[in-house]
């Protein structure tokens, strides 16, 4: 079992900067990947940026590549998510994940989630 507590989000302005968080406990392993995935109102969850276990691999959705950074320490067992140049449409639940697999990471298929952190980008 891994445990997964995400934390980081608030209320920011249009073009402001958040990093979010995800602290892992548990059955902990070098060997997940990590991904960050959000969900607004009334929409579906969706992907927004991913981390291999392996080779330094990072994904990242369109709508915020260039913006949005997705980073590790291993030996804190976190993920972060640094966001920049935010813009009120990234307002959502912040959920990060794990999944021990190097596939597919813009998936759903995820075998751990933390309880979300809501972001809130005002224009």
């Known amino acids: 079992q891994v445990q997964l507590v995400g934390s980081g989000g608030g209320l920011v302005q249009a073009g402001g900067s958040l990093r979010l968080s995800c602290a892992a406990s548990g059955r902990t392993s070098r060997n997940y990947s990590m991904g960050w995935f959000r969900q607004a109102p009334g929409k579906e969850r969706e992907f927004v940026a991913a981390?291999?276990?392996?080779?330094?691999?990072?994904y990242y959705a369109d709508s915020v590549k260039g913006r949005f950074t997705i980073s590790r320490d291993y030996a804190k067992n976190t993920v972060y998510l640094q966001m920049t140049s935010l813009k009120p449409e990234d307002t959502a639940v912040y959920y990060c994940?794990?999944?021990?697999?190097?596939?597919?990471?813009?998936?759903?298929?995820?075998?751990?989630w933390g309880q979300g952190t809501q972001v809130t980008v005002s224009s």
């Open positions: 981390s291999a276990w392996t080779g330094g691999i990072t």
């Open positions: 994940a794990a999944r021990s697999s190097l596939v597919d990471l813009k998936g759903l298929d995820y075998n751990y």
